[in-house]
C-alpha cells in the first residue's frame, strides 16, 4: 500500500503504512472505565467482530478455517486514547505509581497506539467472529486477526539453537517438539541425526512423514524405536534443524525427567532447552492486592431484574447468557481493581461507574473492597443524562 498524504509519504519498505481497519469490536464494554486491563481478568467478556465487505468482498472467505483454532490474537488501534502521543516512562497501576518503560508494560499510551489481545473464539459465523476474554471497547478498531498456535508462539515451543547453519549435513541436528496431549503443555527435546549420535535419536519420528529427513536419516531412526516407546505419548508437532554442539552432554541428559508439569520429555541438555518464559516480578506479585468483591442487597435485587438474552421484557442482557455471567464479570472486574492509580490515591471516597453489557454499574471503593452500589440499565442512564 503506498501513496502521499500530506508531507508523510506511505512506503511498505519504510514501514510507513496506511492502515485500513478489517473491522470493528462491538464489545460488552462500552467505555475505557471498568474495562479489564488483560482479558484474562474476565473470561466471560464478550464481542464480536464482523469483517468489513470493505475490506473483502466476501468477508467470510478471509474466516474460513479460523473456526479450527481455540483462540485469536487481536491487532488494534487504542483509538480512544485521545491523542497519539507517548511517554517513554509510564506508570503502570500495577506498579501503583512507579514509573518504568513504556515498551516493558502493556500500556494503551504506546507509538503507534497499537494494542494486542488473546482473545477466545467462541465461533465464527460467515463474516462474523464472536469473541471472549476481551479488553477492548466498543468501537476498537481492528487491524488484524491471526491464530494463536501454542505451538509457535510460547516460548516453549523455542528451542535456542544458536550457531544455525543450514546445509552442514555434518553437524545437522533435529529439533523436536513434543506435546504432552492431555494438557497440551509444550515440551522441547533436541536430539543430533549425526553418525555418532543416531541413537538419541527420536524413534517416534518414523510418524511423521512431513519431517525433511533424508531416506538414511529415516532408516537410522527406525532402530530407535523400543528406546522411545516412553515417548508415545507424545504428539511430535515441528522438527527444524541446527548445528549447536551440545553432542557431548546427551548420554547423560537423555534420561527422561519429570518437567514442570509433571509430564515426562527428553532434554538434551537443561541449559541447550531452557523454555520456560519469565516476568518482572510486578507482574505477578503487584503491590496491588485483588479486592473483595460485595453487592448491597439492593443492587443484588436490582441486577436480577435484567433478562437474559431472548427473554421477553427490558432490561436485557445482550452479552451474558445469565444474571449469574453478569454477576461474575462485574466481580471480577472490579476485583483486579480498575481504578486509575489517580483516583485510587487522590479520589478514594468517590464513587466509581463503569457499564457492562446493557447495565450500568454504580460501586464504591474502600480497605481492600469494591462494593456495588447500584445497577441499571445503561439505557435508561444515558436517556436520563441528556
Ligand atoms: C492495558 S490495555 C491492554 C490491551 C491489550 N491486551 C494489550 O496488551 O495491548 C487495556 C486497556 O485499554 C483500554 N482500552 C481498550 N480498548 C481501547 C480503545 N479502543 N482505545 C483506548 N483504550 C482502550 C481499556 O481501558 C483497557 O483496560
Same mark, same amino acid.
Given at each position: 500500500m503506498e501513496g502521499n498524504a500530506g508531507p508523510m509519504t506511505y512506503s511498505l519498505e519504510t514501514g510507513n503504512i496506511l492502515t485500513t481497519p478489517i473491522g470493528y469490536i462491538e464489545s460488552c464494554?462500552?467505555?475505557?472505565?471498568?474495562?479489564?486491563? *488483560? &482479558?484474562?481478568?474476565?473470561?466471560l467478556s464478550r464481542a464480536c467482530l464482523r469483517i468489513s465487505k470493505s475490506v473483502f468482498n466476501n468477508p467470510e472467505h478471509s474466516l =474460513?478455517?479460523?473456526?479450527? %483454532? +481455540?483462540h485469536v490474537w487481536v491487532l488494534f488501534v487504542f483509538?480512544?486514547?485521545?491523542?497519539l502521543s507517548c511517554k517513554a516512562k509510564v506508570q503502570p497501576p500495577r506498579l501503583n505509581g512507579a514509573k518504568t518503560g513504556v515498551f516493558s508494560t502493556r500500556s494503551p499510551?504506546? &507509538?503507534?497506539a497499537i494494542g494486542l489481545t488473546l482473545a477466545r473464539l467462541e465461533k465464527v459465523e460467515g463474516g462474523t467472529l464472536y469473541l471472549s476474554g476481551i479488553d477492548m471497547i466498543q468501537g476498537t478498531p481492528v487491524l488484524d486477526i491471526k491464530p494463536y498456535i501454542s505451538e509457535y508462539? +510460547?516460548?516453549?515451543? =523455542?528451542?535456542?539453537? *544458536?550457531n544455525d547453519s543450514a546445509g552442514n549435513e555434518e553437524n545437522n541436528k533435529a529439533t523436536v517438539s513434543c506435546r504432552?496431549?492431555?494438557?497440551?503443555q509444550m515440551q522441547t527435546v533436541c536430539h543430533q541425526f549425526s553418525n555418532k549420535t !543416531?541413537?538419541?535419536?527420536?524413534?517416534?519420528?518414523? !510418524?511423521?512423514?512431513?519431517?525433511?529427513?533424508e531416506p538414511q536419516e529415516r532408516e537410522k531412526v527406525k532402530d530407535l524405536n523400543t528406546v522411545f516407546n516412553?515417548?508415545? +505419548? %507424545?504428539?511430535?508437532?515441528d522438527i527444524s534443524t541446527c548445528?549447536?554442539?551440545?553432542?557431548?552432554?546427551?548420554e547423560d541428559d537423555l534420561i527422561p525427567e519429570p518437567s514442570s508439569f509433571g509430564v515426562t520429555c527428553l532434554h538434551e541438555t537443561k541449559d541447550a532447552c531452557k523454555t520456560d518464559s519469565f516476568v518482572p516480578s510486578w507482574v505477578k506479585h503487584s503491590p496491588v492486592a485483588n479486592l473483595k468483591v460485595r453487592f448491597t442487597p439492593n443492587s443484588e435485587m436490582e441486577l436480577r431484574q435484567f433478562q437474559a438474552?431472548?427473554? +421477553?421484557?427490558? &432490561?436485557?442482557?445482550?452479552?451474558?447468557?445469565s444474571i449469574e455471567e453478569a454477576k461474575c464479570a462485574i466481580s471480577t472486574v472490579l476485583s483486579a481493581d480498575p481504578r486509575s492509580v489517580y483516583r485510587r490515591k487522590q479520589c478514594q471516597d468517590r464513587l466509581f461507574y463503569f457499564s457492562l453489557d446493557t447495565i450500568h454499574i454504580t460501586c464504591w471503593f474502600g480497605d481492600g473492597f469494591a462494593e456495588v452500589l447500584k445497577v441499571q440499565s445503561l439505557d435508561s442512564c444515558t436517556e436520563s443524562l441528556k
Open positions: 464494554f462500552k467505555t475505557k472505565n471498568g474495562t479489564p486491563r *488483560q &482479558p484474562s481478568v474476565c473470561s =474460513m478455517g479460523l473456526e479450527e %483454532f +481455540s483509538h480512544k486514547n485521545g491523542r499510551h504506546r &507509538p503507534n508462539d +510460547s516460548p516453549k515451543a =523455542m528451542v535456542p539453537c *544458536q504432552d496431549e492431555p494438557n497440551g !543416531e541413537r538419541e535419536t527420536i524413534a517416534c519420528i518414523n !510418524e511423521l512423514p512431513h519431517i525433511p529427513l516412553a515417548l508415545s +505419548s %507424545f504428539a511430535i508437532e548445528d549447536e554442539d551440545a553432542s557431548s552432554h546427551l438474552p431472548g427473554d +421477553s421484557g427490558a &432490561p436485557s442482557l445482550r452479552y451474558f447468557k
